[in-house]
């Protein structure tokens, strides 16, 4: 028989998932209403600000990892989660409780007004971090920046990680626009870190201007000096750092965390609290490595410049292995271009269906030219990729955070979150 709490927190998983609010107009007001009626928490502990296209999770596991190593009592608010949503809310690397959440949901009931899925959540974190005394909350934007629901922060520090496409129904159809959708979590006088390139940089270096706020562009990207298949060892201005997260994209958004630690200059984070804290920064289905014989990776990318980036690290990793993409895609993506790069790295291409807006496996199939096959049922789909791989082969996860995320529970059946 289920404990009570187990109980009260489904229902608090129903009620909250069902929440719409206003899903078709985007903007600050709803949260900032039930905010400032639990008298405004984001203001009582130090934020980061981390936007961007993608790595926006790597860098903010990476700063807070630093800042709790250096002595400090640190938030973290992410999202998506992978399996269970108490992964989205943490201190000091500890999941919310499920009676924690349960009682933090409650709270913020007694002031919601319309708010959505999101803005629900954003809010129980805000009030959870002052519950819980943080010195500093790492705050990763959920969707843009300029209407997103933590835009109600004022930061220490802003972060804008990268710009390419993504979300273009709702950010824009250039990447100017995009830029501008994100430069908008910009508070005047905050500093911002960003690294940003070509015009989207420019986009952001005149928003930062019009805030008088001074931009910092992380374009020292640390040198590998060696790599596993479970850690890259970098060198960063003489800093020898061990990485637990692979591909040469992480060493660009290890760039983006140093300098973001740097233009905070804080005492307490020394070369030591660096180290330590860059080898403490878990963070899972980003490039992961989870089974050998065969080689399993997980990686939730899921737009095409993240595909482009993992299908190229993959590639690096798995040598001359056989490599076979087991992917799933949510609906709304441009799904045929990010197909494009997992198909030149694959030598089959296996397509199945998460359990949250998929797309359909079939019409994926019919997107490639290469070799592949349709199989809906995650587990059957998973076991067709060993037997296709054998011992020796790699198999590559991706398409969809929430699609790995169901791969993992194939995998760890009895783990109710990571």
């Known amino acids: 028989m289920a404990r009570p709490v187990e109980n009260e927190y489904g229902n608090t998983l129903n009620s909250l998932f069902n929440l719409r609010g206003s ?10 209403k039930a905010l400032s009626e639990l008298g405004n928490p984001q203001n009582d502990y130090k934020t980061i600000h981390i936007a961007g296209t993608n790595g926006k999770g790597s860098v903010a596991v990476m700063v807070s990892s630093v800042l709790q190593r250096a002595g400090f009592r640190v938030g973290l608010y992410t999202s998506p989660h992978l399996v269970d949503f108490r992964e989205r809310i943490r201190v000091n690397g500890k999941k919310i409780g499920k009676k924690e959440t349960v009682e933090i949901f409650q709270k913020v009931k007694k002031h919601e007004s319309g708010m959505t899925f999101f803005e629900f959540a954003t809010a129980m974190a805000f009030l959870y971090f002052k519950e819980k005394g943080v010195d500093y909350a790492v705050i990763e934007v959920g969707l843009g920046g300029r209407l997103d629901a933590t835009n109600v922060i004022v930061p220490e520090v802003s972060v804008i990680t990268n710009i390419s496409n993504d979300h273009e129904e709702l950010l824009g159809d250039t990447i100017e626009r995009i830029a501008y959708e994100k430069a908008c979590i910009i508070k005047k006088g905050v500093p911002v870190v960003t690294g940003a390139k070509g015009s989207a940089l420019e986009v952001i270096k005149d928003y930062a201007k019009k805030k008088k706020s001074r931009t910092f562009v992380a374009d020292k990207v640390p040198h590998r000096i060696d790599e596993t298949d479970e850690y890259q060892i970098i060198d960063y201005g003489g800093k020898k750092i061990t990485l637990p997260l692979l591909g ?40 992961q490595v989870v089974a050998r014989n065969p080689m399993i990776i997980l990686d939730g990318a ?8 993992l299908a190229d690290s993959v590639k690096d990793i798995s040598g001359k292995r056989k490599i076979v993409a087991l992917v799933g895609i949510k609906k709304g993506k441009d799904y045929r271009k990010i197909l494009k790069e997992f198909e030149r790295i694959s030598d089959f291409m296996i397509f199945s269906e998460s359990s949250f807006k998929p797309h359909d496996c079939r019409m994926l199939l019919a997107a490639i030219k290469g070799h592949g096959i349709a199989v809906k049922d995650i587990k059957k789909a998973l076991g067709f990729a060993k037997y296709m791989a054998e011992k020796n082969g790699t198999i590559l996860v991706a398409g969809s955070l929430y699609f790995v995320g169901d791969v993992m529970h194939v995998i760890w059946p009895n783990k109710s979150s990571f």
């Open 248 to 287: 040469n994209f992480q060493l660009e958004n290890a760039s983006v965390a140093l300098k973001t630690l740097e233009v905070l200059n804080i005492e307490e984070v020394t070369d030591e609290a660096i180290i330590g804290g860059m080898w403490n920064a878990k963070w899972p289905a980003r490039m």
């Open 302 to 309: 899921h737009n095409l410049a993240g595909a482009k980036a």
């Open 23 to 32: 899903e078709d107009i985007l903007g600050t007001e709803r949260i900032e």
